[in-house]
Structure formats: C-alpha cells, structure tokens
C-alpha cells in the first residue's frame, strides 16, 4: 500500500530548485533509460500527414453516413498499434497518452493479449458467450478468483460484474437501495402494497430514496448514473433526472503547500454539506458516491483526510460510501487501487470498475447481497472474454512491477513539468497528471498542436489537460512528452 502521502505537493521552492541544466539531462541523458517493456515499439512519433489525415478523413465521411463522428480524433489502424503507440489510419505513429479515454492498460497488442487469444479456454468463451446467471462455464468461477477476487479490497468478498462503467454505478445504487429497504423493512416479508405500487412506480414499492453525489462528478450517462453525474449540461440536457442532491465537492489551490489553510476550509465545507444534506435531504440518502480523483469534471483531488472524514459521516449514518474506481482503478495512480493511498480504517462498501480492467463491475460485502435472486441480473452479466483479460492485466502489472513503475515515472513527471510556467495547478497522483492553461482556447490549441507533433493527449473541465498515459508508458516517453509540450508552447 502506498503511503498517503504519496500524493506530490508542487511548491514553489521545488520550482525554484529545477534548473536548466536538469532539463537539458532530460533531453540529452537517455543511457540511463530502464529497458522498453516493448522492445519492437516506435522509439518516437513519426508523422506522414496531419491528423486527421486524408485516410482518416475518407474513413470518417463514409461513417458519418451512419453514425456521428463528430467526437472522432482521428481513426485508428490498431493492427499497427504497438505498445504505446497508437498508429492512425494514414500510417501516423503517435505516443498515446490517452489510451482510448483511459482505458488501455499494458499497451496495444501486448504479446499478453495476443498469447490469450491462442488460449483454448479464452476460444471457447469467445466462441459461446454464457448468460452468466443461467450457465456459467465450469471455468467461470476460475475467471472470478483469478481476474477479481485478487484484487478485492479488503473485506469485499463479493463482485457482480457488468458490461460498463455507468452499469456497475447503477447496480451498484440498486445495492444500496435494496440493502436500505431491508434494513428498514426488518424480517418482514415485502408487503402486498410495496408489491403492487412498484408496478405502477409509487411509493412505498418505489421509495424515495437518493444518491448523494459531487458537483463536477462523472457517473456515466444511464438515468441514475446520470443524475449522479454533474460534469458538463451537456451530458445532462433533455434527460429526466432523479431528484437527487449534490455536495460541493473541495476545489483546492495549488500549490498545496502554499493553500493549506484555504484547501482545509473548502474540505470542511465540502464535509459539513455531506453532513446536512444526510441529515436533512426529503430523500433518505441511501449512499454516497465519489471519485478519487474527478476526471471527467477537471481532474480534481482532495487529500486522503478528505476521504477518510467522508466514509466516516457515512458510517456514522449508515449511508454506503461508494468509490468509483472506474477511471482510477488498475494502477494508473500508483497503487492498484486509488483509495488504497487514503488508508481507511476499513474498505469502502462499494467499490466499482471498468475502463482498464476491461471487465466492469463491482465489490461489495456479502451483507449487501440481496435478500432474493434474479434483483441484480441482467442477461449477461459481465464477459468471460473480458474477465480472462482482466487476469492477464493483473499477470502483467505483477509480473513487470507496473506500479512501481507508474510511481517512478509520475514522480519524474511531476518534476519536471514545473519548469514550463505557463502550465497552472499542476496536480497529480502517479501518472494521473493535470494542469491548467489560461482559457480553453490555448488548451484546445495545445492538444491539437500536440497532435500535429504526435503525441495523444486529452483535456477535461473547461481548461485542463489531463495525462492519461498507460502503465507501460516509461521514462523515454516521458521524456518526448516533455519535449513536444515544450515545442507546442513556444506556439501559443
Ligand atoms: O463522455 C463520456 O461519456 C466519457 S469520457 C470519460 C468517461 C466517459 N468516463 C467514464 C466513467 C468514469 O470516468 C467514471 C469515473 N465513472 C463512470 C464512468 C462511466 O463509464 P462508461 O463510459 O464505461 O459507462
């Protein structure tokens, strides 16, 4: 477990100590670069066209016949993408710092992966997909303990698993509202009028119950996970919602060492809302979410006291503290977990995940399984194919030290990108790196010069970029990375 003070503080002071001559050993010393975890990947971008190029713009109009690409970057070749390098259509080779919205763990065509495909027990789960809930494979209950419950935090001995992010937040408020029920319903059997007012979607069949959520948090965008969602209106416009509160979720200052006094307030308050919104919220609040680090909503941190005060008031008023680990979750910021660095007393009680484990779901405690079957269920419930995956991950993080790699090169890069004084509130835990640039406009310009220059990254909020990079991504990339920012800012 990472200590929880892991979490980098930028001062000043550190500012002042990086001098030029440190720079100029990043762009000159590469003798001391670790071995490429892929040996036959690109040693740099190599650009052709601009992105998007002529091929990806033909691809992309004959799509758009059918569907919206207006989101499409550029289109992918990823029978060339290797490692951590995404090859687009025109034969573009970029460092990938996005990693299809986070979600690509060790690499493109890791000879892991590859190797699996070969499996006759991964061919016989891609050949005869199972509803998992009526025929299980006899191997299925291997899948489980070697792709999930390896990795269960302590105490959640269960997982149910889904085909999305914004499926296992879903069921995983069902949990909560249905463990709620219960506990309020005592031994007594369900009564006539719960059974027939549900039908009809009335209390006391469909109780008021809520989530409480984060103003900027980033659920998913089915109903419920939407209504806990607060990111961008856009995600939320034309959609009924659940009336469901929010609390302000603490947006620090940064640098830290500079706020502490400020950045301690706005927890506080963050806190004492979470509190009264429990206390006094018309819809009993059955449970909390929140993310570690918010990302769709900018990328935004709070310190481990933060969350350990926070599952705390949960606890004390038995609302189940849920942590979304979809975005966080599988190594990205330094420990398998991301609420491993918060060193709770205990785990939380959900605890979901999707992205780059490539299996969705969540862990829960047995006290929270449902009194009856057939309540969580769906006609898959989760992926085999997707679950042997997920197991190669783990084989993969283990097995190269990923960790402690992601540690090594996120403590590189929060050094060193101090030194561009543009860059504003530098935050980061690992590899899971912001920064602000003035406006919007200068950040869509960055990304998009970046992209010109080959390397991939990604914004979020309104005028953050975020690094996303995968668990494989090294001091070498770290180092184009650092020099292509440097070339993209003298632009602005
Ligand atoms: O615009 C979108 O729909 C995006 S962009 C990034 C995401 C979604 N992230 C998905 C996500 C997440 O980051 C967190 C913290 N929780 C839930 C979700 C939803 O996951 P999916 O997209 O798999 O439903």
């Known amino acids: 477990m990472l200590r929880a003070s892991s979490q980098r503080v930028f001062t000043t002071q550190r500012i002042v100590q990086r001098s030029l001559a440190t720079v100029a050993s990043r762009t000159t010393n590469t003798s001391n670069y670790p071995a490429p975890f892929f040996p036959d990947e690109p040693t740099q971008p190599s650009m052709k066209t601009a992105v998007p190029g002529p091929q990806s713009k033909a691809i992309q109009q004959r799509l758009t016949q059918y569907q919206d690409t207006r989101s499409v970057f550029f289109v992918a070749d990823f029978e060339k993408s290797k490692g951590n390098y995404i090859v687009d259509a025109d034969g573009n080779a970029l460092l990938d710092m996005f990693a299809q919205i986070a979600s690509i763990p060790v690499g493109y065509n890791n000879p892991a992966f590859l190797e699996l495909v070969k499996n006759p027990a991964f061919q016989t789960a891609l050949a005869n997909r199972a509803a998992l809930g009526v025929n299980p494979n006899k191997d299925w209950v291997d899948n489980v303990e070697n792709a999930f419950m390896r990795v269960a935090p302590k105490g959640l001995d269960q997982v149910f698993t889904v085909m999305c992010g914004s499926c296992a937040n879903e069921n995983a408020f069902k949990t909560a509202f249905m463990y709620q029920a219960a506990k309020k319903r005592g031994d007594k059997d369900f009564s006539l009028d719960e059974l027939t007012s549900c039908m009809n979607n009335q209390a006391p069949g469909s109780p008021d119950m809520s989530i409480l959520s984060f103003s900027q948090a980033f659920h998913g965008r089915l109903f419920g996970s939407l209504t806990a969602t607060a990111s961008k209106a856009i995600h939320k416009i034309d959609i009924p919602a659940f009336n469901w509160p929010k609390a302000p979720f603490p947006l620090r200052k940064y640098p830290l060492a500079e706020n502490e006094e400020y950045n301690t307030k706005v927890e506080k308050e963050s806190l004492q809302a979470v509190e009264e919104i429990i206390q006094k919220n018309k819809q009993p609040v059955a449970a909390l979410i929140v993310e570690p680090i918010q990302s769709e909503g900018g990328d935004n941190h709070a310190s481990p006291a933060f969350f350990r005060q926070l599952q705390a008031i949960c606890k004390k008023h038995d609302v189940l503290f849920i942590v979304d680990e979809v975005q966080t979750g599988v190594g990205g910021t330094g420990t398998f977990w991301a609420h491993e660095a918060w060193e709770l007393p205990e785990s939380p009680d959900i605890v979901t995940f999707s992205k780059k484990f490539q299996a969705a779901g969540f862990f829960l405690n047995h006290r929270l399984r449902p009194s009856q079957p057939y309540r969580l269920y769906n006609t898959w419930m989760g992926d085999p194919v997707r679950a042997m995956q997920a197991a190669a991950i783990i084989n993969e993080i283990e097995s ?47 990304l998009m010069d970046m992209r010109q220059k080959g390397v991939n990254v990604g914004g979020c909020g309104d005028r953050t970029v975020r690094l996303r990079p995968m668990l494989t991504f090294q001091r070498r990339h770290a180092d184009i990375f650092l020099n292509t920012i440097e070339d993209a800012l003298k632009l602005q």
């Open 400 to 446: 190269k030290d990923l960790l402690t790699n992601v540690k090594q090169v996120g403590a590189y890069l929060q050094e060193q990108l101090p030194t561009f004084k543009s860059l504003e509130n530098l935050r980061g835990q690992g590899t899971f790196i912001a920064f602000d640039l003035a406006n919007s406009a200068k950040r869509d310009q960055l």
